[in-house]
């Protein structure tokens, strides 16, 4: 049964600097597209990072440069550094899983989603 756990979210001020976490079980990486996605009240899902287990990366345009995703598969973890905050930054962040090997940025191809964990930015 795969799971996943995001933790790290908390309330920061405009500028500072968050790193989330996902511990992944029941999928190997070696066979999953992970990502990040977020969402704000009324909206749809918002792609924020995606990862393979070669370290490829691509990110949404509007986190481009100030975040980083990266994934440790000893401990089965992907992580979301987050510099430079603003509070157009402010949602949910879930973490999310697919065995497709293409990078997608599309919500509705990842099969397992976490619970999320929020994100809010003050100014």
């Known amino acids: 049964q795969v799971r996943l756990v995001e933790s790290g979210g908390a309330s920061v001020q405009s500028g500072e600097s968050l790193r989330l976490s996902c511990e992944a079980s029941?999928?190997?990486?070696?066979?999953?597209?992970m990502a990040w996605f977020r969402q704000t009240p009324g909206k749809g899902r918002e792609a924020v990072a995606i990862i393979n287990s070669v370290q490829h990366s691509k990110y949404g345009g509007s986190v481009k440069g100030r975040f980083t995703v990266s994934l440790d598969n000893f401990k089965n973890t992907i992580y979301l550094q987050m510099t430079s905050l603003q509070p157009e930054d402010t949602a949910v962040y879930y973490c999310?899983?697919?065995?497709?090997?293409?990078?997608?940025?599309?919500?509705?191809?990842?099969?397992?989603w976490g619970r999320g964990t929020q994100v809010t930015v003050a100014e």
């Open positions: 029941g999928l190997t990486f070696e066979k999953y597209v």
């Open positions: 999310a899983a697919h065995n497709d090997p293409m990078l997608s940025l599309i919500p509705g191809r990842y099969t397992f």
